[in-house]
């Protein structure tokens, strides 16, 4: 198995100042994949405009990308149409390298017991976005990321995203504050006899 990097964001919210600033954070090319969390062109009936905002724009600069898309409650079928996309899954069940993911906007924990969520899936990780709070936390024996917002970050949390590195049986968790471009949460886990260890 080679190396895999894998870039994930979430709650973008129509700004295109936020997918700019990660252009310029990024060379995009460089992950094996990219992955959305959801709350992609529209700003929310519960949230103020974030800077920047211009849902169109936002839709072409998207659009140069391969982007795996997962739905989030302010997402609605327009969307798919204006970005040339034919689905977009509300959860997804991934593989980066051998450690196991489930991807999901997370507005179901909301009413639904997050731990709850946690102890019925197979997954090693779930990974959510939708609060707008970058986080890890262990719950029920997973292991949950959430990368924040790229827009509108809340809790004195830094607008965000998270890059994953695999590399044969090591996961690396990065988290990058988007206005200075530091990472400022890393966490590595490994796994050994097929057990996933945290080692910081």
């Given at each position: 198995?080679?190396?895999?990097?894998?870039?994930?964001?979430?709650?973008?919210?129509?700004?295109?100042?936020?997918?700019?600033?990660?252009?310029?954070?990024?060379?995009?090319?460089?992950?094996?994949?990219?992955?959305?969390?959801?709350?992609?062109?529209?700003?929310?009936?519960?949230?103020?405009?974030?800077?920047?905002?211009?849902?169109?724009?936002?839709?072409?600069?998207?659009?140069?990308?391969?982007?795996?898309?997962?739905?989030?409650?302010?997402?609605?079928?327009?969307?798919?149409?204006?970005?040339?996309?034919?689905?977009?899954?509300?959860?997804?069940?991934?593989?980066?390298?051998?450690?196991?993911?489930?991807?999901?906007?997370?507005?179901?924990?909301?009413?639904?017991?997050?731990?709850?969520?946690?102890?019925?899936?197979?997954?090693?990780?779930?990974?959510?976005?939708?609060?707008?709070?970058?986080?890890?936390?262990?719950i029920s024996g997973k292991y949950v990321l959430n990368p924040g917002s790229t827009s509108l970050p809340k809790n004195n949390t830094p607008r965000s995203v998270l890059v994953i590195e695999v590399d044969e049986e090591t996961l690396l968790a990065k988290f990058y504050n988007l206005d200075n471009?530091?990472?400022?949460?890393?966490?590595?886990?490994?796994?050994?006899?097929?057990?996933?260890?945290?080692?910081?």
């Amino acid at each position: 198995m080679g190396r895999v990097k894998v870039l994930i964001l979430s709650d973008t919210h129509g700004s295109v100042k936020a997918w700019e600033d990660l252009e310029k954070l990024f060379d995009l090319s460089s992950f094996t994949s990219i992955f959305h969390l959801g709350d992609i062109l529209y700003h929310g009936p519960r949230n103020p405009l974030p800077e920047g905002y211009n849902p169109k724009e936002l839709v072409e600069k998207l659009k140069k990308y391969r982007i795996n898309y997962i739905r989030g409650n302010c997402d609605a079928d327009v969307d798919l149409k204006v970005l040339e996309i034919p689905e977009m899954p509300k959860i997804s069940m991934e593989y980066f390298g051998d450690f196991s993911f489930i991807l999901v906007h997370g507005e179901i924990f909301e009413e639904n017991n997050i731990e709850e969520f946690a102890k019925d899936t197979h997954a090693q990780f779930i990974v959510h976005g939708h609060t707008h709070v970058s986080k890890i936390e262990e719950i029920s024996g997973k292991y949950v990321l959430n990368p924040g917002s790229t827009s509108l970050p809340k809790n004195n949390t830094p607008r965000s995203v998270l890059v994953i590195e695999v590399d044969e049986e090591t996961l690396l968790a990065k988290f990058y504050n988007l206005d200075n471009g530091q990472v400022y949460i890393e966490t590595k886990w490994r796994l050994k006899d097929s057990e996933l260890l945290k080692e910081q």
